[in-house]
T-cell receptor, first 115, second 114 residues
């Protein structure tokens, strides 16, 4: 149990285009979903926290207009990188927290490469 | 301000040996301490977790030791295997606070030589 599916696993796009990443909790309802960014050989950096039906809470320094987060249901959150540029190339990972539990389960990550 | 300090940054162990990774935290409100294992190009996988009401938790070859007074916790991997080679992250969070956000350590790259 506790499977989080993240799609796509890898995406290559041209500079200026937008990319959407999906995060789904397959066998549980997620009160909260989190979006992280990870640079090579570094730890996970929290970008934003989203609760179903509410606006996402962004960490300091993260551009909310650049990284749009939608959490439309208790099993789905999406991250859209708008007008992507090469500096947005990174490994993006989502996690989901089940209802009434203090545990986070992570997706497999999405490797974004912006040309 | 780094709230969870993890050491060592990298660790090399021979097959069959014991791998030990240490973490120290500052926020006494933390009440959940998980360890995650991450292989290259993959998301972190929850390995084992502990809450401050116990001093030790064991699951198979993996053991967490927790010292509340010292604000430290550690991961012990017994009989380390080459397949354990990965990056390990400790983390901490507090129930109900800030949506249960995890604060991560910087990670330890473990290499187990055959």
């Amino acid at each position: 149990g506790a499977v989080v599916s993240q799609h796509p696993s890898r995406v290559i796009c041209k500079s200026g285009t937008s990319v959407k990443i999906e995060c789904r909790s397959l066998d549980f309802q997620a009160t909260t979903m989190f979006w992280y960014r990870q640079f090579p050989k570094q730890s996970l950096m929290l970008m934003a926290t989203s609760n179903e039906g509410s606006k996402a809470t962004y960490e300091q320094g993260v551009e909310k207009d650049k990284f749009l987060i939608n959490h439309a249901s208790l099993t789905l959150s999406t991250l859209t990188v708008t007008s992507a540029h090469p500096e947005d190339s990174s490994f993006y990972i989502c996690s989901a927290r089940p209802l009434a539990k203090n545990i986070q389960y992570f997706g497999a990550g999405t490797r974004l490469s912006v040309l | 301000q780094q709230q969870v300090k993890q050491s060592p940054q990298s660790l090399i162990v021979q097959k069959g040996g014991i791998s030990i990774i240490n973490c120290a935290y500052e926020n006494t409100a933390f009440d959940y301490f998980p360890w995650y294992q991450q292989f290259p190009g993959k998301g972190p996988a929850l390995l084992i977790a502990i809450r401050p009401d116990v001093s030790e938790k064991k699951e198979g070859r993996f053991t967490i030791s927790f010292n509340k007074s010292a604000k430290q916790f550690s991961l012990h991997i017994m009989d380390s295997q080459p397949g354990d080679s990965a990056t390990y992250f400790c983390a901490a969070s507090m129930s109900g606070g800030s949506n249960y956000k995890l604060t991560f350590g910087k990670g330890t790259l473990l290499t187990v030589n055959p």
